[in-house]
């Protein structure tokens, strides 16, 4: 498997290579990464691959990481003081951590929904269009054509149509969660990584998201941390399984569910602990 | 491949993490902010340094006030150094700079003039802004006894501090005995009796007290409260300590009170309903639980609320009397080392030694307060540190 | 039909006998509240009751006029627009101040480290610092030192003393140093109130430290920074012995020109009036008077003050 172009550092984003829909390409390569806070530990040499176009699952009991792993993908965790890494994290053949990457890039390029929904305290519109604003897109036909767009593909539009101006903290929190994830794909990043977004939702706007997302893989390559271990059998395609910061298991959602191989992960999916 | 990379890089000042190339506009906002925020800091030491710098020469005991003096002959002119020069005719540095050699020479010559008139008195060679004229009584020529007397206009200027200090105090203490326990009881009520209703309406009334400018308190005190007084008790001087305490205590009373009811609420309500579900009445509650857990914070209220009362101008100025005697008797008119410099800095000669005697003690006020404040502080911080569990 | 129990166990819940201490305890405070309400009503009310009569809009909008001190003649308009002027000045120093302070402090320092925490040290201080003391340091550092050295530096030749003297501009500089701490830390608390997640949003979605402080957070902190202000100037409106020796003059034939005029000042008329004027029985009109306009003036700045931090306070916990 060729190594992809390493991203390099100009005004404009570039595509990763890899479009085909089926290609399964490595695109986040994890290497013995570590991450400490202080005294604790939270994530101890963990080493795997993430695909195109999938979304992977990760799942385990609270406290075990999963959150952090997940940060550690577009540097979130660059906010904290004491925060120390080992190992790498490259995304398209690039260790994210180094030097020469600029992390506000980055985060343009690797998208992130939060667990609790964060729309800013403007309309709609502007909601959707800050992302695109940073970016340098001026012209009001532009940004009300992305907006539309992006509203769209979060199946928010036809709700929200009438309204654009109103405030995005009128909405309902299902709506203001798809509110978040338009605002995110807005900007058309590579990846998204969910932060457990509909653990605050009512089931039916649960199932809304979980159908967006499945929509989505068509087009993003998304990574999602649930503590709902139905709803990642029912929308990823990978898991990954994880205990007090080590990676236990990774592989297809499938045969995780069904068939694990450690007894760990065994435990944990047929509801023996956690 | 795998190699070592802290997270967090810090590119270049203090504190302002990044870990990506700004563009040199918010970079430069950045260190602005940054500098803007060192502000505060300047200010303080600014203030320390100018008060200082002006009343540094009379700590020292460099400023000589006798009339009296060894006089230096003219013809020594040139015998001297600058510094012994400057200090003899009184001179700063800069005006001692500014000064042509004839200059110097007139201003000797009237020096050894002015000595000779003024040595008839007893007390001519006595130099009055010497520390021990400053703090310890002295027997001036005239007088019966020792004294302590602040009289800086006269042919012997006085400067002695004890009775501007007794009257601060004074004062203070008239103001803290009338105010401390009226505004921690009602703190208590406030904070955890009154019923949320009642709450709303008289936390926000008696912090209004808060909103009246110390001037209009004085004006009240001159025009209502003196005359009041006196008509009712009848005792001789109309301005005195009781009544400018009184005035102060108005004054302090939102102090005291906004940071004891802080320092009451801010106690975990968990405690509160422990007591209560034992059995304990409200009042029970607060007097046997409560404040014994707010001591610290309540402490803090009463010695920022000395702090104020120490340092209030207005009020004192308008309504103590501003009579500077030494006496213990509350209903005397005094006068406080705020009032004291707040009268007499408009009037005195720049670098006179009565100027820099303001000084002196405006530099004792700031220490004062300076302490107060920082003992407040540190109690606070322990309190903080005390109920997230880290002691 | 009353159960057989229902009297013993009235009985059982009632108390042995009548609890003097917790009675006592609680009368007591309450009637401290309720003293202090008092006093803030006898002295507002009286103020009110002999300062309202005179009260007029030609008092307020006219100048001195012939007789200073008779109050149907004379006006207050110099000492008004005096201490709206000096406490404008104030405001355009101390605002942006204040809010660099409180956004490094939020959003750059690192917690704890020794640095901030002198800051903070700094700040706290500068809040204790008596009035007086301001003067002093007025005096000493921003008319001599300041004020010298701009004079020897505008007209290095003449020796004038344009600057070197009490100014509006001096005086207004002395205000904005002691009212900094009020400005910090107001505008501090409204910072800390906008929740981590609109940060962490903004930033997630590629914006920088910078851009996201301009454009999230200080937006949602503008009311919070405008009731710091405000109580600022309702502080400094009221405050006299910073201005006596920077700038407060008790007579001035014309209004202050320029930034180097000392002017007249509401306060410092009071201190004046109430301690120096010939006759205190003719004087008594007048001073009520324009006692009644200073309190109103600081008093009506609290209370919107008040009011801005309370909307401010809902529509946060809206957000949350």
């Given at each position: 498997?060729?190594?992809?172009?390493?991203?390099?550092?100009?005004?404009?984003?570039?595509?990763?290579?890899?479009?085909?829909?089926?290609?399964?390409?490595?695109?986040?390569?994890?290497?013995?990464?570590?991450?400490?806070?202080?005294?604790?530990?939270?994530?101890?040499?963990?080493?795997?691959?993430?695909?195109?176009?999938?979304?992977?699952?990760?799942?385990?009991?609270?406290?075990?990481?999963?959150?952090?792993?997940?940060?550690?993908?577009?540097?979130?965790?660059?906010?904290?003081?004491?925060?120390?890494?080992?190992?790498?994290?490259?995304?398209?053949?690039?260790?994210?951590?180094?030097?020469?990457?600029?992390?506000?890039?980055?985060?343009?390029?690797?998208?992130?929904?939060?667990?609790?929904?964060?729309?800013?305290?403007k309309s709609i519109f502007e909601n959707v269009a800050y992302g695109l604003r940073l970016q340098g897109v001026q012209r009001l036909s532009d940004l009300q054509a992305a907006v539309e767009q992006s509203l769209r593909r979060a199946a928010l539009w036809d709700e929200v149509k009438d309204r654009l101006a109103t405030s995005g903290l009128g909405l309902s929190g299902g709506q203001q969660q798809r509110l978040c994830i338009a605002r995110a794909i807005a900007i058309k990043p590579e990846?998204?990584?969910?932060?457990?977004?509909?653990?605050?939702?009512?089931?039916?706007?649960?199932?809304?998201?979980?159908?967006?997302?499945?929509?989505?893989?068509?087009?993003?390559?998304?990574?999602?941390?649930?503590?709902?271990?139905?709803?990642?059998?029912?929308?990823?395609?990978?898991?990954?399984?994880?205990?007090?910061?080590?990676?236990?298991?990774?592989?297809?959602?499938?045969?995780?569910?069904?068939?694990?191989?450690?007894?760990?992960?065994?435990?944990?999916?047929t509801g023996r602990f956690g | 491949m795998a190699k070592t990379t802290p997270a967090n890089r810090s590119v270049g000042w203090i504190g302002l993490k990044r870990g990506h190339r700004a563009n040199p506009i918010e970079w430069c906002l950045e260190?602005?902010?940054?500098?803007?925020?060192?502000?505060?800091?300047?200010?303080?030491?600014?203030?320390?340094?100018?008060?200082?710098?002006?009343?540094?020469?009379?700590?020292?005991?460099?400023?000589?006030?006798?009339?009296?003096?060894?006089?230096?002959?003219?013809?020594?002119?040139?015998?001297?150094?600058?510094?012994?020069?400057?200090?003899?005719?009184?001179?700063?540095?800069?005006?001692?700079?500014?000064?042509?050699?004839?200059?110097?020479?007139?201003?000797?010559?009237?020096?050894?003039?002015?000595?000779?008139?003024?040595?008839?008195?007893?007390?001519?060679?006595?130099?009055?802004?010497?520390?021990s004229c400053l703090v310890r009584p002295h027997q001036w020529s005239g007088?019966?006894?020792?004294?302590?007397?602040?009289?800086?206009?006269?042919?012997?200027?006085?400067?002695?501090?004890?009775?501007?200090?007794?009257?601060?105090?004074?004062?203070?203490?008239?103001?803290?005995?009338?105010?401390?326990?009226?505004?921690?009881?009602?703190?208590?009520?406030?904070?955890?009796?009154?019923?949320?209703?009642?709450?709303?309406?008289?936390?926000?009334?008696?912090?209004?007290?808060?909103?009246?400018?110390?001037?209009?308190?004085?004006?009240?005190?001159?025009?209502?409260?003196?005359?009041?007084?006196?008509?009712?008790?009848?005792?001789?001087?109309?301005l005195n300590a009781l009544v400018a305490g009184l005035a102060l205590g108005v004054s302090v009373i939102p102090v005291v009170f906004s940071i004891a009811e802080d320092a009451l609420t801010s106690v975990p309500r968990s405690y509160v309903?422990?007591?209560?579900?034992?059995?304990?009445?409200?009042?029970?509650?607060?007097?046997?639980?409560?404040?014994?857990?707010?001591?610290?914070?309540?402490?803090?209220?009463?010695?920022?609320?000395?702090?104020?009362?120490?340092?209030e101008t207005m009020i004192v100025l308008m309504a103590s009397g501003n009579a500077s005697i030494v006496s213990w008797n509350f209903l005397d008119s005094t006068r406080t080392i705020t009032a004291t410099i707040a009268a007499e800095l408009g009037e005195v000669v720049f670098s006179s030694p009565h100027y820099r005697i303001l000084f002196l003690i405006g530099v004792l006020l700031f220490i004062v307060t300076f302490l107060t404040n920082l003992v407040a502080d540190l109690v606070m911080h322990r309190l903080k540190s005390e109920l997230e569990g880290k002691r | 039909m009353t159960s057989p129990h229902s009297s013993d166990s009235r009985a059982r819940f009632r108390a042995a006998r009548f609890d003097w201490a917790s009675f006592a305890g609680e009368a007591t405070t309450a009637l401290a509240a309720l003293l202090i309400i008092a006093i803030l009503l006898i002295i507002l009310g009286d103020i009110i009751l002999h300062g309202l009569p005179n009260l007029s809009w030609r008092f307020v909008s006219t100048g001195t006029g012939s007789d200073m001190f008779d109050v149907r003649q004379t006006g207050i308009l110099p000492m008004v627009l005096g201490t709206t002027a000096r406490v404008i000045i104030m405001t355009i120093l101390v605002l942006p101040a204040g809010v660099a302070t409180a956004i490094y402090l939020t959003e750059y320092a690192r917690l704890n480290s020794p640095f901030t925490r002198v800051i903070r040290g700094a700040v706290n201080n500068l809040a204790g610092v008596p009035s007086i003391v301001f003067g002093l340091f007025g005096a000493g550092f921003f008319v001599r030192f300041v004020g010298r050295g701009l004079d020897a530096a505008l007209s290095p030749h003449q020796a004038l003393t344009v600057w070197g003297q009490p100014a509006l501009l001096w005086a207004s500089a002395t205000l904005a140093v002691m009212t900094l701490p009020v400005v910090i830390v107001t505008t501090e608390e409204?910072?800390?109130?906008?929740?981590?997640?609109?940060?962490?949003?903004?930033?997630?979605?590629?914006?920088?430290?910078?851009?996201?402080?301009?454009?999230?957070?200080?937006?949602?902190?503008?009311?919070?920074?405008?009731?710091g202000a405000i109580l600022a100037v309702s502080r400094a409106a009221g405050e006299v012995a910073p201005i006596l020796f920077t700038g407060a003059a008790y007579y001035m034939a014309d209004l202050p020109h320029s930034l180097h005029d000392q002017f007249m000042d509401l306060g410092y008329h009071v201190f004046i009036l109430s301690t120096q004027a010939p006759n205190i029985d003719q004087t008594r009109p007048l001073l009520y008077t324009t006692v009644l306009v200073l309190l109103v003036l600081?008093?009506?700045?609290?209370?919107?003050?008040?009011?801005?931090?309370?909307?401010?306070?809902?529509?946060?916990?809206l957000l949350q």
């Open positions: 498997m060729a190594d992809p172009q390493p991203i390099t550092v100009p005004a404009r984003p570039g595509r990763f290579i890899g479009q085909s829909a089926a290609a399964s390409q490595k695109l986040i390569h994890v290497d013995r990464l570590s991450l400490s806070y202080g005294q604790n530990q939270a994530l101890k040499e963990i080493s795997f691959n993430i695909h195109e176009r999938v979304v992977t699952a990760f799942i385990g009991p609270s406290g075990c990481g999963k959150s952090t792993l997940l940060r550690c993908f577009n540097r979130m965790n660059d906010l904290i003081d004491n925060v120390r890494i080992d190992g790498a994290v490259h995304i398209a053949g690039q260790d994210i951590n180094s030097p020469e990457v600029d992390v506000i890039e980055l985060r343009r390029r690797v998208g992130m929904v939060f667990q609790k929904s964060n729309p800013f305290p990846i998204l990584l969910m932060d457990e977004p509909a653990s605050a939702l009512d089931p039916i706007a649960t199932a809304r998201i979980e159908e967006l997302i499945l929509d989505l893989k068509k087009e993003f390559t998304i990574v999602i941390v649930t503590h709902n271990m139905q709803q990642a059998a029912r929308i990823s395609d990978q898991t990954a399984f994880f205990y007090l910061g080590q990676l236990i298991e990774y592989g297809s959602t499938g045969k995780i569910f069904t068939s694990p191989s450690h007894k760990r992960t065994e435990d944990y999916v | 260190r602005l902010i940054f500098l803007v925020s060192l502000t505060a800091i300047l200010m303080i030491l600014l203030i320390f340094l100018f008060i200082g710098r002006e009343a540094l020469p009379v700590a020292l005991g460099r400023v000589n006030t006798a009339l009296v003096q060894k006089t230096i002959p003219v013809s020594d002119l040139d015998k001297l150094s600058e510094s012994q020069l400057s200090d003899y005719l009184g001179l700063t540095h800069d005006q001692f700079a500014s000064m042509d050699r004839d200059t110097l020479r007139t201003l000797m010559e009237l020096k050894a003039e002015s000595v000779h008139e003024g040595s008839s008195n007893q007390d001519a060679a006595l130099n009055t802004a010497s520390w007088y019966p006894r020792p004294e302590f007397i602040w009289q800086p206009v006269g042919e012997i200027p006085k400067y002695n501090l004890v009775p501007l200090i007794i009257g601060s105090l004074k004062v203070s203490v008239v103001a803290l005995v009338f105010s401390v326990p009226l505004a921690l009881a009602a703190a208590i009520y406030v904070a955890q009796m009154a019923r949320p209703r009642i709450r709303e309406v008289a936390k926000p009334v008696i912090e209004l007290l808060a909103g009246i400018p110390s001037v209009v308190l004085g004006f009240f005190a001159l025009i209502v409260m003196a005359s009041a007084l006196h008509g009712l008790f009848g005792y001789p001087s109309r309903q422990a007591a209560l579900a034992l059995g304990a009445s409200r009042w029970k509650a607060a007097w046997q639980v409560v404040l014994p857990a707010a001591l610290p914070g309540v402490f803090a209220a009463v010695a920022l609320g000395f702090g104020r009362a120490i340092g | 409204s910072l800390r109130a906008i929740p981590q997640g609109l940060r962490e949003a903004s930033l997630a979605l590629g914006a920088s430290k910078l851009e996201t402080v301009f454009k999230i957070v200080l937006p949602q902190a503008v009311p919070g920074i405008l009731t600081t008093f009506a700045l609290n209370i919107v003050a008040i009011f801005v931090r309370a909307a401010v306070r809902r529509r946060l916990r």
